[in-house]
């Protein structure tokens, strides 16, 4: 490993007002299984961290429940939404409206490729990964055209599919082992002690967190540079009982990587999730003369309980970057309130500024409601 560089300068994050965005919810919520369905969705010891795909391409969506994952149309889905908020009828479920349903006991993750072709389905505590054409199933055939395993007790923490080589793909594993693989394809072990992984905007590198050291590698895995990771106003130095883990990696912009990480205690309690955007005042962050500059959040997730969901289910970030608005949509699994954070860029003194965007429209805030118990 070369001499980390060193962060230039850690700046609490910024909240801005604008009224410049608002969301207009399409329809009422619609149920993944019929309403008669009585047992839970997903087992609360055990939720799934990725249980939705959505298929621009082939307007498609692809969701999990408590026994397999359908896939239906995004159009069959809209209206049926549509429907149950003019109607009140609350026969309809996706289930019901998928195109194919198939079986599989606790899927864990649903990934799909970046050409939208393969849908990559991993399921909780098993070290096997399932590959199946999204064309096929269409035609309603649900076995997987192919399948790989992890080794040993390994089992699938987060797959990453690659951006530019459309058919290979990062896996990493619940013991921080990292796999790159090849559809149909054997896998390959790439490093170990890994807390976090992600590809850049085209998919030329690869951001790898490990401990305090964030690594860009080249797509082979050669180490271009290495970053130290700030946490110096979040954890007091001479308190050795807890450490700070990234539990997530975004890579949306040439100049920008979002971190989340959250205190692990020495019990192994995870505490305070906070976002941190380590971006490059002068270009690309994957330029070794850049001087990177954090801006962190402490506060994003205003509801945030810890112990919401059980200890190690992580990753727990979701976001999504709307490149035409310059605008990332977060969410976190352990937030209780205000579930939708918007992120954005270009809105203060500079351009390459990121703040949390709070909408002055409170009838045009995103909102997921809670779900009754």
């Not at 076995?143 to 390994?154: A, E, H, I, R």
């Not at 082979?220 to 009982?241: A, N, T």
Request: aromatic fraction near 8%; hydrophobic fraction near 40%.
């Amino acid at each position: 490993m070369g001499t980390p560089i060193e962060i230039e300068e850690e700046i609490e994050g910024d909240h801005i007002e604008t009224t410049d965005f608002f969301f207009d919810k399409i329809g009422d919520s619609i149920p993944i299984k019929p309403p008669e369905h009585v047992n839970p969705e997903f087992d609360l010891q055990n939720p799934p961290s990725l249980p939705l795909a959505v298929s621009e391409r082939s307007h498609l969506i692809f969701v999990a429940h408590s026994s397999g994952f359908c896939v239906a149309k995004t159009k069959d889905v809209i209206d049926a939404a549509k429907e149950i908020k003019e109607s009140g009828k609350k026969g309809v479920c996706i289930q019901e409206l998928s195109v194919v349903d198939v079986s599989f006991e606790k899927v864990h993750i649903l990934a799909l490729s970046t050409n939208e072709s393969t849908l990559s389905v991993s399921l909780s505590h098993s070290p096997d990964i399932h590959f199946f054409s999204v064309q096929s199933l269409l035609d309603k055939e649900v076995k997987p055209s192919f399948s790989c395993s992890l080794d040993g007790s390994n089992y699938v923490k987060d797959i990453h599919w690659a951006k530019k080589a459309e058919n290979s793909f990062l896996v990493l594993s619940n013991l921080g082992k990292l796999y790159s693989g090849v559809f149909d394809g054997r896998l390959q072990h790439v490093m170990d002690n890994v807390d976090a992984v992600e590809w850049s905007v085209k998919g030329k590198f690869v951001a790898v967190a490990k401990e305090s050291i964030l690594s860009i590698l080249s797509s082979k895995f050669k180490e271009r540079l290495c970053i130290s990771l700030s946490f110096k106003s979040w954890v007091d130095e001479s308190d050795v009982q807890c450490s700070v883990k990234v539990d997530s990696i975004r890579w949306v912009r040439n100049d920008c990587i979002i971190l989340g990480c959250f205190q692990l205690t020495e019990d192994g309690k995870e505490e305070n999730y906070r976002v941190q955007v380590i971006r490059s005042k002068d270009g690309k962050i994957t330029d070794a003369a850049s001087k990177p500059v954090v801006l962190s959040f402490c506060d994003l997730f205003a509801g945030l309980v810890d112990d919401i969901v059980p200890f190690g289910n992580g990753p727990y970030l979701f976001l999504s970057y709307l490149k035409q608005c310059e605008l990332a949509i977060t969410a976190n699994k352990k937030n209780t309130d205000q579930h939708i954070v918007l992120l954005g860029w270009s809105l203060g003194d500079e351009e390459t500024d990121v703040a949390v965007v709070d909408i002055n429209r409170d009838k045009w805030l995103p909102r997921i409601e809670l779900q009754g118990a």
